[in-house]
């Protein structure tokens, strides 16, 4: 496995896990339904991104 493809491996676990983090306040009643939706809008578009500019198509 190229270095890349386990960089991109990691950052997708990263951002994953933030959601799920997020999600889990969220349910707890530490953050609100629009701090949870946008946080995790931005990270889900930032693992898009990473795989776009790689010439990866994740839209099928």
């Keep these: 496995m190229s270095i890349e493809k386990i960089v991109l491996k ?11 983090i997020h ?3 969220h349910a707890l ?3 609100s339904d ?5 946080f995790n809008k931005k ?3 930032k693992i ?5 500019r ?4 994740i839209t099928k």
Aim: proline content about 0%; hydrophobic content about 35%.
């Design 10 to 20: 990691m950052a997708t676990h990263y951002h994953a896990n933030l959601i799920d």
């Design 23 to 25: 999600n889990t306040l």
């Design 43 to 45: 990270h889900m578009m």
């Design 29 to 31: 009643g530490l953050k």
């Design 54 to 57: 790689r010439g990866y198509d």
């Design 48 to 52: 898009v991104d990473m795989y776009t």
């Design 34 to 38: 629009e701090q949870a939706e946008e």
